[in-house]
């Protein structure tokens, strides 16, 4: 299994464009996460999902917009780039909801707003 | 806010046990706890978790006080490669995970 792919792995915008971060996972997993992770703090929940057309906001929603139409994948959207949108940003996915199994983590994608 | 106090770092020889405290005192009776750690920007990767009895795998073993206010997690023989940030996180039921600042551990040769 390749487990959490995410897609690109690094990328720059310029202030105002826009673009899709990719997740994928092949583990048959309900739950998917966003999460995004600042220099030196810990992870923050962006979205979430349980499940294929089911999504739900998670601490730090705004700007990003999410879809899940298959169980496989979980894009996430962001609408005119901001520098404050400069972040690293990680896709998980767990077989049960978050308070009762582990969590896996894709590679991140590494994003800069300019 | 993450329900759990760490410390910021921690220091280890290598080949010896790494022992990380983390206080959770407000824990309530459904929540677990749960360890990740997060090699230099890599995703986290889960370690292991418990609810009220020791627990241990191929990885590290989780000590949990009695009265559940606090834990250790224990990695019995420290490598190189185990230098990483370990975070500590209680959650339970539908609550999100939330990740706080971590415990930096360095091992070192």
């Known amino acids: 299994n390749a487990g959490v792919t995410q897609t690109p792995k690094f990328r720059i915008l310029k202030i105002g464009q826009s673009m899709t971060l990719q997740c994928a996972q092949d583990m048959n997993h309900n739950y998917m996460y966003w999460y995004r992770q600042d220099p030196g703090m810990g992870l923050k929940l962006i979205y979430y999902s349980v499940g294929a057309g089911i999504t739900d906001k998670g601490e730090v929603p705004n700007g990003y917009n999410v879809s899940r139409s298959t169980t496989e994948d979980f894009p996430l959207r962001l609408e005119l780039a901001a520098p404050s949108q400069t972040s690293v940003y990680f896709c998980?996915?767990?077989?049960?909801?978050?308070?009762?199994?582990?969590?896996?983590f894709g590679p991140g994608t590494r994003l800069t707003v300019t | 806010d993450a329900k759990t106090t760490q410390p910021t770092s921690m220091d280890c020889a290598e080949g010896r046990a790494a022992n990380l405290p983390c206080n959770h005192s407000?824990?309530?009776?459904?929540?677990?706890v749960y360890w990740y750690r997060q090699i230099h920007s890599q995703g986290p990767q889960y370690i292991i978790h418990?609810?009220?009895n020791n627990e241990t795998n191929e990885m590290a073993s989780l000590i949990i006080t009695e009265d559940r206010k606090s834990s250790t997690l224990i990695l019995p023989h420290a490598t190189l490669r185990d230098t990483a940030v370990y975070y500590c996180i209680v959650q339970g039921g539908s609550e999100k995970l939330v990740f706080g600042k971590g415990t930096k551990l360095t091992v070192n040769p």
């Open positions: 418990g609810l009220k």
């Open positions: 998980a996915s767990s077989y049960l909801g978050q308070g009762a199994g582990e969590q896996y």
């Open positions: 407000t824990i309530s009776g459904n929540e677990y």
